[in-house]
């Protein structure tokens, strides 16, 4: 399949061992963020979302965290496997803009 | 629960041409989104429509339209294509307008020669 994200930050990670992503955005106004992942050759996969009224949500071996103050994201992966390695994306949207903005992206590399 | 699907998957067209993409929505979903995914890029937001109208315009020129269909499909096409054009085009749809998951088709890879 074809590369996505071919020079983007990176972080590489033990198997088993846990990983956190993080993600800055601009605009004060957004109130609903939303975690992806996209693997080679696919379409972005929803991991996990958050309203701007929670600073945490948890999913199955997976944990978003949002600082409204000083606008900054983060997405814990717990006990990595090897099938946890794609580009993850942040993305934000606010009330009245119909669109997601995406951030750059990050790559996850899991090592065996 | 059937997902977005997209078709074709891949295509390649000449300058100048006119391409039709297409999407069929996640069941239930009343609202499909198309973004353009440039490699090593996040998506970018092309437009969306809801109730088969366009609902929101990302910054695209004219000769990328759309069209949504009363069951709530929908089509982009784009006029005149340019080199610039070639990228993974992605559909999305989700419940509603805002504050809701979109949920992304696996795209078509345009090609432009």
């Known amino acids: 399949g074809e590369s996505v994200g071919l020079h983007l930050p990176t972080l590489s990670v033990q198997e088993g061992d846990n990983s956190i992503i993080n993600c800055a955005y601009s605009?004060?106004?957004?109130?609903?963020f939303i975690w992806y992942k996209q693997e080679s050759g696919k379409g972005p996969q929803f991991i996990i979302d958050i309203r701007s009224n929670m600073d945490k949500r948890q999913g199955q071996r997976v944990t978003v965290l949002l600082n409204k103050t000083v606008k900054h994201l983060s997405l814990q992966i717990a006990a990595t496997q090897p099938g946890d390695s794609a580009v993850y994306f942040c993305a934000e949207m606010s009330f009245g803009n119909e669109k997601l903005t995406f951030g750059t992206g990050t790559r996850l590399t899991i090592i065996p | 629960e059937t997902g977005v699907t997209q078709s074709p998957t891949h295509l390649i067209k000449t300058r100048g041409q006119q391409v039709t993409l297409r999407c069929s929505s996640q069941s239930g979903h009343n609202t499909v989104s198309w973004y353009q995914q440039a490699l090593g890029q996040g998506p970018q937001f092309i437009f969306q429509y809801y109730r088969e109208e366009e609902n929101g315009r990302g910054n695209f020129p004219p000769r990328f339209s759309g069209l949504q269909f009363p069951n709530y499909s929908s089509e982009l096409n784009v006029n005149a294509l340019e080199l610039d054009d070639s990228a993974l085009y992605l559909c999305a749809s989700s419940l509603d307008t805002y504050n809701s998951p979109l949920h992304f088709g696996n795209g078509t890879r345009l090609t432009v020669t």
């Open positions: 605009n004060s106004a957004s109130d609903y």
